[in-house]
């Protein structure tokens, strides 16, 4: 018996049964002395006698119940204020307890890896079926873990409502444990606990200027380290913003291509089914929309109005609005020439038309007979006016490589040379050997890249003097925010610790918040983001 219940040893076994799905236990306490909790003097004197009924870990698949008879005792120590007590057992069950000891560590693992409602699913399995509200009540029951204050902080923000309400999370960078959940994301209340907790040495945490501040005032003495995964994707940025500002190199990746004799119809096309054009030619209803925003977005700037002022008058988000400010022109927001095209039922099709169109076949009816049988959910219709512009010309060209695309360019860029592909590095190389501006900016990117996994942060203030020297206004930004943070910046090239643990743990919150379908109560979202594991 002891092998398969080691935690009744201390009991007297009378019986076990099997009533239905149910294992029944019949036990007993052992006629030992037991201690008064008042003062605990020790009794064997007995009073009555009751039963507890206690839930235990399944057998076989069975629930285990355990009818436990307990002793009341009288208290033989005149003084004490109690004249009669019932025995415990600690090593089975708490006082009042329904449920053994070992039947409440599950169900804590279970409420705090899985939540309520997929919690109570799972325990039906268990044969120790208990409600959402019994596995949320086991979690919020759990005290909070002792925590000493870590020699290096992680400090990242987290959404409890996005766009709305967010919180801090706190780790220690050595253990990789969260030690506290903030309610808000403001300096005052990230430099509150800091005062509270002295002993902090090294904080890391991305660019936020809230985190930046609060570190300051909490622990002046600490050392700032900023995020090198947060300042590469900033570098991304600005390099993008430089590719689509010299965007005509980017043609040189394709070869020449002979002007044809015959009306180009796919050219046609394009213009009668909403094919991309340049920027500066668009006039549909997107274009003229986002020049009309950038207009009245920079009439405000020029008036002294701040980004979420200039937010809340045009009822822009403040990321949008910011987006609008740091543009050069209107045509840069319009680099992308997809923006505002809706994609056609017809687009996969396509080749397979032109194909079987240059093959003699201009039947339209067996033409969408065929792509019907490809898959093609829509009419015949759509494909007939597809196809009568290509009624001029017996065979429909091919058209000329498109270049590649603005933000495929960023990519080459910021990707290690040794990791390129060859196809892919020709076609940069071909791209930089006519654009001297693109070709210092590969230079920057590259060097940039050696500082930061060199980890030679001495070397950071002679990069951004090299870039100031260059004209490139979008990295010109980037190296003015570089040198508000500038501390930070070096501490993060020249030490070997990162951010990535806090990110990992933001991930998890969110994984903890699907599981909870979103509804979770700000102090039971904090118990399972300290106590899981």
């Known amino acids: 018996m002891g092998v398969l219940f080691p935690h009744l ?66 208290c033989d120590y005149s003084d004490c204020g109690k004249t009669a007590f019932a025995e415990l057992v600690p090593q089975l069950a708490a006082r009042y307890g329904r449920r053994t000891l070992l039947l409440q560590r599950v169900l804590r693992a279970v409420a705090l890896a899985l939540g309520g409602r997929a919690g109570a699913r799972l325990t039906g399995h268990l044969a120790a079926s208990v409600s959402r509200m019994t596995l949320l009540r086991q979690i919020r029951a759990l005290p909070d873990p002792i925590q000493a204050t870590p020699r290096v902080l992680g400090v990242d923000d987290f959404a409890l409502r996005r766009g709305h309400r967010y919180g801090t999370i706190l780790i220690d960078m050595q253990t990789r444990r969260p030690i506290d959940v903030l309610t808000d994301r403001t300096a005052a209340t990230l430099a509150a606990w800091l005062q509270a907790h002295p002993g902090v040495e090294i904080i890391c945490r991305d660019r936020a200027g809230a985190y930046a501040e609060g570190a300051t005032k909490g622990a002046p003495d600490a050392i700032q380290v900023a995020d090198r995964w947060h300042i590469w994707h900033n570098l991304g940025d600005a390099v993008e ?6 965007r005509t190199a980017l043609t040189a990746t394709n070869p020449q291509v002979s002007v044809p004799q ?47 002022g200039i937010g809340i008058e045009l009822g822009l988000a403040r990321g949008t609005a910011r987006r609008f400010a740091h543009a ?42 065929e792509i019907q049988k ?33 933000r495929r360019v960023t990519a080459w860029i910021m990707t290690n040379p040794d990791n390129i592909d060859s196809d892919d590095q020709a076609r940069l190389d071909a791209i930089v050997s006519v654009s001297p501006e693109l070709a210092s900016l590969v230079a920057h990117v590259r060097e940039f890249a050696a500082i930061m996994g060199e980890r030679r942060g001495r070397d950071l203030e002679r990069w951004m003097a090299a870039v100031d ?35 990992g743990h933001v991930n998890r919150i969110k994984m903890l918040k699907r599981q909870m379908f979103g509804r979770a109560n700000p102090d039971l979202l904090r118990k399972r983001i300290l106590l899981s594991d």
């Open 9 to 74: 040893d201390s009991l007297v076994i009378r019986e076990v049964r099997v009533v239905g799905s149910t294992v029944r236990i019949e036990a007993a306490t052992r006629d030992e002395p037991a201690a008064c909790p008042g003062c605990a003097t020790r009794s064997r004197r007995v009073h009555s006698r009751y039963s507890r009924r206690l839930a235990d870990t399944a057998i076989t698949g069975r629930e285990v119940v355990i009818e436990l008879q307990v002793r009341r005792l009288f």
């Open 374 to 406: 490809r898959g093609f959910r829509g009419s015949e219709k759509i494909v007939r006016a597809y196809l009568h512009s290509f009624r001029t010309t017996a065979r429909i060209p091919k058209p000329a490589p498109k270049p590649p695309a603005v």
């Open 328 to 369: 050069e022109s209107p045509d840069e927001l319009l680099v992308n020439n997809r923006t505002g095209y809706r994609r056609s039922i017809l687009d996969d099709y396509k080749p397979y038309l032109h194909q079987r169109w240059n093959e003699g076949h201009t039947n339209a009816t067996r033409l969408f007979e």
């Open 241 to 246: 913003r430089t590719v689509a500002r010299h």
């Open 469 to 503: 020297s260059d004209d490139h206004p979008a990295l010109h930004s980037f190296v003015r925010g570089l040198r508000r943070d500038q501390d930070a910046v070096t501490a993060g090239f020249t030490l070997p610790w990162s951010s990535g643990a806090v990110e």
């Open 262 to 308: 015959r009306p180009d119809i796919v050219d046609v096309a394009a213009d009668l089914h909403g094919g991309p054009v340049e920027p500066q030619l668009r006039q549909d209803r997107v274009a003229v929309r986002t020049r009309q925003r950038y207009a009245a977005v920079h009439t405000l700037l020029a008036e002294g109005r701040s980004l979420r």
